[in-house]
């Protein structure tokens, strides 16, 4: 099924679909992704991230970005304080990878995990309706490109995920950049949409 992004019932319907431990496909502020609520301790056990590897083959080594709603949101994964260099470029299209604090409600064995807070605020209220973060990956099949039409992601994915919510093409989205912080260091890994000065 698609649903147009504008649709007053759009949130709430994606919102179902996420809490019911279900893949969904939806626009972000660089391109559309696969998105999973993510698993989190005494709440959610849905093995979501195995679901979207399992339609995209991709490899088990390889995770997905958190998508959360709030900046303040990190507080309750990581321990380490964002430069505010990076802390002010939130919402928008930047992932930090972080170390994972060991008392996190994620499930997660991870020592470290990327995390973005989306520019869109259609996404940022599915994911604070949704009251816990969200998988995101680029909508392809694993070593193809990225597929930037609707009717293109509808030829591929249709019949393998119940709700795409249509929010226009989105060809030549330049992608999110990449950095990391760890001992206080800031590295980037990926300039995309926002330039950071490695």
Avoid at 38 to 45: I, P, R, T, Y
Avoid at 193 to 198: G, K, L, N, P, R
Wanted: net charge negative; charged share 25%; proline share 7%.
């Amino acid at each position: 099924m698609t649903c147009a992004k504008d649709d007053l019932d759009s949130v709430s319907k994606t919102v179902s679909h996420l809490v019911s431990g279900e893949v969904v496909i939806v626009p972000t502020d660089t391109v559309y992704g696969f998105s999973a609520v993510v698993d989190l301790k005494g709440k959610s056990c849905f093995n979501a991230d195995r679901k979207i590897r399992e339609i995209k083959g991709r490899d088990e080594g390889k995770p997905f970005i958190h998508l959360i709603s709030s900046p303040k949101d990190i507080e309750a994964f990581s321990a380490v304080k964002i430069p505010p260099v990076l802390f002010e470029k939130w919402p928008g299209p930047l992932t930090v990878i972080v170390p994972v604090k060991k008392d996190s409600p994620l499930c997660s064995t991870l020592e470290t995990v990327a995390f973005r807070c989306p520019g869109d605020k259609w996404l940022r209220d599915v994911i604070r309706e949704t009251g816990a973060p969200i998988f995101s990956t680029s909508v392809n099949r694993s070593g193809f490109p990225v597929i930037d039409t609707v009717a293109g992601i509808e030829s591929e994915f249709s019949g393998e995920v119940p709700l795409i919510v249509d929010d226009g093409d989105k060809k030549g989205s330049v992608p999110s950049t990449i950095v990391s912080v760890l001992d206080g260091r800031i590295k980037v890994l990926r300039q995309g949409a926002v330039v950071i000065d490695s």
